[in-house]
Nanobody, 125 residues
Framework: VQLQASGGGLVQPGGSLRLSCVAS????????VAWFRQVPGKEGEGVGY????????FYVESVKGRFTISRDDAKKMVYLQMNSLKPEDTAVYYC???????????????????WGKGTPVTVSS
């Protein structure tokens, strides 16, 4: 089983990026997926979560209205669309998959079944 995040890079403030998380060896439809981010030297934080279906989502307040998570189970992909990026969004972003029942709080507190390698995002002019 492997999760791999990609799509990170350097973007100017106010810009957009779309991160992708691909799952291999996993029936993704049976798992919730969350995005986390971590700045070196700081504690990681959960950014958002998607459960069963694209309408079952949750975002932390700092990204609400700017970030959107979606999933395509047939392609075993989960996406994080990030708009109106700010310098404080700079971090390494990770995706994680966890079996139901779960939520972002649970995944943050207790971990997830699977974690992917991160992709760095830098927001700077």
């Amino acid at each position: 089983v492997q999760l791999q995040a990609s799509g990170g890079g350097l973007v100017q403030p106010g810009g957009s990026l779309r991160l992708s998380c691909v799952a291999s060896g996993l029936n993704l439809e049976n798992y919730a997926v969350a995005w986390f981010r971590q700045v070196p030297g700081k504690e990681g934080e959960g950014v958002g979560y998607i459960g069963d279906g694209n309408s079952n989502t949750f975002y932390v307040e700092s990204v609400k209205g700017r970030f959107t998570i979606s999933r395509d189970d047939a392609k075993k992909m989960v996406y994080l669309q990030m708009n109106s990026l700010k310098p404080e969004d700079t971090a390494v972003y990770y995706c994680a998959a966890d079996s139901y029942p779960t939520n972002l709080v649970s995944m943050t507190r207790y971990g997830a079944d699977y974690w992917g390698k991160g992709t760095p995002v830098t927001v700077s002019s």
